[in-house]
């Protein structure tokens, strides 16, 4: 390697700690922009034949995620007409996740235990 070569290569790594630098910047002053523009998703589990939290409220445009902490199916189906969501029966370690985009006070069951309620309210 001649003294320009080497010159050049060493340039090259230092442009290269530079770019890592500054997306590693990027990245960094991006991240509270991102998280102040999407609502935080909200997560229900569902424990022992129960919906936890069973009421919950978040803002329009909020993504609720069910997760199934059992180790039986369940589902999740809105209790009204016009239905605004049905999921699939959820195994073990499943989710569903259901966006919200108009005001209202939405109730759920399991359709294969109907005890199992929930509501979400979207203000
Ligand atoms: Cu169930």
Redesign the pocket.
Known sequence: MTMPDLGRALVAKNVARTVAAMCLATALAAAPAFAAETKPATTIV?DN?SFSPAQLSVATGSTVTWENH?D????IVNDATPREFKSAPLDSGEHFSQTFSKPGTYKYF?????R?TGTIVVK
Request: proline residues 15%.
């Open positions: 569902i034949f059992d039986m199916p369940h589902t399991c359709s294969i235990h109907p199992m």
